[in-house]
Nanobody, 125 residues
Framework: QLVESGGGLVQAGGSLRVSCTTS????????MAWFRQAPGKEREFVAR????????YYADSVKGRFTISRDNAKNTAYLQMNSLKPEDTAVYYC????????????????????WGQGTQVTVSS
């Protein structure tokens, strides 16, 4: 299981960085993504980074504010969130691509199979 950390309560306009790692497997040959789920809403795609780290993809709602990255030496993925808005409030989940060495864009939940338990991010107005 992936383990997310770094969530918390922040004021609008503030920043947070969430992290995702696991001791159960090596992640460097898999693309990874962040999703989020607000109360009463479906889980939605936030960002993706390919296994090589060469390409990143973002939801329109976070583009220019969030940055996904990875450190394969630490077996960890990150999501740096700046200029946070109250509508960013959600539980944030990281996930591993279903297919090893798959590049390109993939935004559906079904394309990922290894999930964390989530970390709560709350943005106050």
């Amino acid at each position: 299981q992936l383990v997310e950390s770094g969530g918390g309560l922040v004021q609008a306009g503030g920043s947070l960085r969430v992290s995702c790692t696991t001791s159960e497997r090596t992640l460097d040959s898999y693309s990874m993504a962040w999703f989020r789920q607000a109360p009463g809403k479906e889980r939605e795609f936030v960002a993706r980074i390919t296994w090589s780290g060469d390409s990143t993809y973002y939801a329109d709602s976070v583009k220019g504010r969030f940055t996904i990255s990875r450190d394969n030496a630490k077996n960890t993925a990150y999501l740096q969130m700046n200029s946070l808005k109250p509508e960013d409030t959600a539980v944030y989940y990281c996930a591993v691509d279903l297919v090893r060495y798959r590049s390109g864009d993939s935004r559906g939940v079904a394309g990922y199979y290894y999930w964390g338990q989530g970390t709560q991010v709350t943005v106050s107005s």
